[in-house]
C-alpha cells in the first residue's frame, strides 16, 4: 500500500509538469503577440525589442518555460499586463473568496446528496425514490448560471430578501463571518450546490443499493443486527466511492465556478479569469489556469491516497 | 464537467461490450425496449420538435430575429403580437428563441460528434495496439483530466478569444480524452475475448480485425457515453457565448440572448429566464434520452 502512495506522488510530478506546461503554452495559442495588449500598434521597432527583453519574450520557448516554472516555484507568477501588480496577490485574494464559496456549496451539496441518496436507496421504488432521482437530474441538467439567474430575480428582485452581488456589503471583498457576508453566501452557494448534490445523490444511490443487495447484509440482517448498525456497515463500505466521487467535484467548484462568479459577481478566481480575459491580461490568465489546476491536481492525489488508505480492498500497483 | 468520471464506469461499459456480442438481434432489442420507455420516447419527440422548428426558424418565425423596433423595447410576455415578448433592443423573443436554437443545437452537437470521431480512433488505437502506443496516448489524455473541464474550455477559448470555430475547437478538445478513455478500456477488454483470438488465428490483419469484429463491440458503449455528454455540451457551450466567449451578437444563441438580457432583470425579470428555460428543456432531454439508452442497452435486467 505504502509503495502504492509512493507511486502515486511520484506520478504527480510529471502530470504536475505537463499542466504547467500546457498553461504556459496558452501565451502561444493566443493569435498574435502576447503583449500586443500594452504595446501600442505604432511603436517603433527598438521600443518592442525592450518590451520584449523586459518580459523576457525574446529568449528560446524552453528558456522562458524553464524560468517561468522555476520563478512560479517561488510563487511569483509573473506581472499583470494590465494592472503592472504582481498577479499572486490578485489570485491568492480571489482563491481564498472562491474556496469560501466552493466549501459552502460542497457542504450544503454533499449533506443534500448523501441524505437524498440513502433515502433514494433505501426505500427503492417508492416516491421517495422517483423523486430524489428526479432532483438529481434537474441538478445536472440545470445550466447553474441560469438557476442563479433565477435565484437572482425571485429572491432578490422580486421578495427583494438577499443581495445579489459581491461577497459583502459595500462591495468589501474582505470575508468575515457575520450575518451581513452570510447574505452575501447564500444565493452563489445555493447555485452551485446543485450539480455536486445531483452527483452524490446518483453515486450514493447507486453504491448503497448494491450493497443493500449483497450477500453479507443479508448476513448481517440474519444475524439478528438492525437499523443503525447495519448503516454503519453501510456507510463504511459506500465511503471510498462517494468520498472519490466528493473530491472531483469539489475540484469542479473550483474550476468551474467561473460562470456562478460572474453572474453574482462574486470577487473569487472566476470572476478574476473573467477579467482577464476581457483585458486580455495573459500572464494573469495563465496564473489563473495554473493555480486552480494544480489545486485540482493536488485533490485528486489526495483522494486517490485516502481511498486506498480507507479500502484495504484496493491493492493497486 | 459532471457525469464524466464516475467510478464503476470502466466496468459497466465493459460489461456492455461483452453483452453486446452476444446475439444478432440485439439492436433491435434494445430499439424495442427504448421505444416501450415512455420517457424516452417523450424526451426524444420533445428534441426532434426542436431540432425541426430550428431548421425551419426562418419559415416558422413571425418576425426577422434581428430586426427591432425601439418602441417596443422589452414588452412584457402576452403582448398582442409578441406573446412571449421582445428584448432590450425590441426583437421578438419567440422568433429569436426559435432562430437561437440552430446556433445553440450545432453547439451542443458538433463538438460530441467530432470528439466521438477523434476519441473513438485515439481509444481504439490505444486499446488494440498496447505497448508503448497506449501509454503515449493514454498519458497524454491523463494530462487533460488534471483540468476540471470548464476551466478547461473557458480557458483555452479565452487564450484564443471569442467566436463560434474558437467555441467548438476548445469544447472538442475537452469532450476527447474522456471518450477515448473510455474506448480505450472498452477495446482492452474485448481484445482479449476469444473470438479476436480465433479471428488472428485465422490470419486476419489487426485493420480486418479493427473493422469486422472489435469496431462494432466499442461503437455501442462509446456511443451511449458520448451521448451522455451532450447535455454538458450544451450548458458549457451556451455558457461560453453567456460570457461572451462563443458566437458574437447580434446571432440569435440562447447563451448570448441570456447574457445580453441579464441587464434588464429589474425591467422585465421573466424575459431574461426564456433562453434558460430552452437550454434546461434541451439539456435535460438529452440526460433522460440517454439514461433511457443505457439502460434499454444493458440486457442483463
Known sequence: MFVFIIRRFLYAIPIALAVAAVCFSLVHLAPGDPLTAIIPADAPAEVVIAIQQAYGMDRPLIVQFGSWIQRALQGDLGVSVATGRPVMGDIALALSNTLLLAFAAALLGFFGGILLGGLAAIYNGTWIDKLATA????GVSIPHYWLGLLLVIIFSVQLDWLPSMGAGPGGSSDWRLDWAHLRHLVLPAVTMCFIPMGIVTRTVRAT???ILNSEFVTALYARGL??????????????????SVMGLQFGYLLGGSILVETVFSWPGTGYLLNTAIFQRDIPLLQGIILVLAMFF???NLLVDVLQTLMDPRIKRG | MTSMTSPGAKENFALAAETAAVSRGYWTTVWTRLVRDPVSV????????????????????????SQGTMLKRLSPIGTEGHWLGTDELGRDMLSRLMHGGQMSLLMGLMPVFIAFLVGTSLGLIAGFFGGWINSLIMRTTDVFFAFPAVLLAIAISGALGAGFVNAIISLTLVFIPPIARVAESVTTSVRNLDFVEA???????NFTIIRV?????????VFIYATSLVSVCMILAAGLSFLGLGVRPPVPEWGLMLNTLRQSIYIQPWISV??????????????????GLRSAMDIKR
Not at chain 1, 432532483?135 to 434537474?138: H, Y
Not at chain 2, 479471428?199 to 490483419?205: E, M
Request: aromatic share 6%.
Open chain 2, 274 to 291: 426564456l433562453p434558460g428555460l430552452m437550454i434546461f428543456i434541451t439539456s435535460l432531454c438529452f440526460n433522460l434520452l440517454s439514461d
Open chain 1, 226 to 243: 438492525r437499523g443503525r448498525r447495519i448503516a454503519l456497515h453501510v456507510a463504511k463500505n459506500a465511503a471510498p466511492t462517494v468520498l
Open chain 2, 199 to 205: 479471428a488472428r488465428a485465422s490470419g486476419a490483419g
Open chain 1, 297 to 299: 491536481v493536488g485533490l
Open chain 1, 135 to 138: 432532483l438529481a437530474i434537474t
Open chain 2, 213 to 221: 469484429h472489435v469496431l462494432g463491440n466499442v461503437l455501442g458503449p
Open chain 2, 42 to 65: 417523450g424526451c426524444a419527440l420533445v428534441l426532434l420538435l426542436m431540432v425541426l422548428i430550428a431548421v425551419f426558424a426562418p419559415w416558422l418565425a413571425p418576425y426577422d430575429p
Open chain 1, 208 to 210: 448503497v443499493s448494491e
